[in-house]
């Protein structure tokens, strides 16, 4: 099975230590299944995503925001992947505000695009963190991607229990810039070490749960089929579904199945 992986890195800047960080994190993705995995790097850098301005434009527009830069592009690729890891920077103890954007975006666009409940949409997603020094908010950037990862009905993805619990962090001291990670893990530097070995196994992780979720999810595709919040789960892996039987009792369901039912009936009488 092939195991779709898109890495985002959220820094504004390119080849740095983000960046370096996420390449480590796709090659133990590679690892994880040989032959079998599909990964690419995104850069936000140079990316342009206006901020989400409550206008609700998505809403009357199927899910389209009125806005057209670079969100479109990013918005269809992660909705491609069945994984996601996200590298960023620590910016005022949280992500990049371009990230911030997407994500932001992203979330208000979705949910105008199912008009209920948004299905889950079973992606596992890993979070990477770096900062100038220790301490200085690796865990609480890596904690806002997590939210937003339980917001979209995701799969978030622990790190190596040996040196981090939800994420990988690195730290970029040592006054070298951008190159800080990269050249204090060639010159053997320990916390180099950790922050690369944490990257390389949250980034294989990341596809071996993805493999078990998709896989698990073939072998029961009677229960993906037959439930709404699964609906985005089973269009990915061909499953058939009803969307009208399986919103019966969720939430405004019961409303949208009306006009769906009478979107089926228009249709059946241009028949």
């Avoid at 690729?77 to 910016?91: E, H, Q, T």
Wanted: glycine share 12%; proline share 3%.
């Amino acid at each position: 099975m092939l195991i779709k992986v898109l890495g985002i890195c959220g820094s504004p800047r390119r080849r740095g230590n983000s960046e370096f960080l996420l390449q480590e994190a796709l090659a133990g993705a590679k690892e994880a299944s040989a032959g079998e995995v599909e990964v690419e790097l995104y850069r936000i850098s140079g990316k342009k995503y206006v901020p989400c301005d409550a206008c609700f434009s998505c809403k009357k527009l199927g899910g389209e925001c009125r806005w057209k830069d670079d969100f479109q592009e990013l918005r269809d690729k992660w909705l491609a992947a069945d994984a996601i890891i996200y590298s960023v920077p620590v910016y005022h103890m949280s992500v990049p505000g371009q990230l911030k954007c997407f994500i932001d975006r992203l979330g208000n666009s979705l949910y105008a695009h199912h008009k209920t409940a948004l299905p889950f949409q079973f992606k596992t997603v890993a979070a990477i963190a770096q900062g100038g020094q220790f301490f200085c908010g690796q865990e609480h950037a890596m904690t806002d991607l997590i939210n937003h990862a339980m917001t979209m009905g995701c799969i978030p993805v622990s790190g190596d229990k040996e040196y981090g619990y939800i994420g990988a962090a690195g730290c970029a001291f040592g006054g070298r810039g951008k190159e800080s990670l990269r050249k204090n893990f060639e010159e053997g530097e320990e916390s180099a070490r950790v922050a690369v070995q944490s990257a390389r196994t949250i980034g294989r992780h990341c596809v071996e749960i993805a493999l078990f979720l998709l896989s698990g999810a073939k072998q029961h595709r009677d229960v993906v089929g037959a439930h709404y919040e699964y609906g985005t789960l089973a269009k990915r892996l061909g499953i058939p579904s009803d969307p009208i039987a399986a919103l019966q009792g969720i939430g405004k369901g019961e409303r949208l199945v009306e006009k769906l039912l009478a979107e089926r009936r228009r249709d059946q009488a241009r028949e």
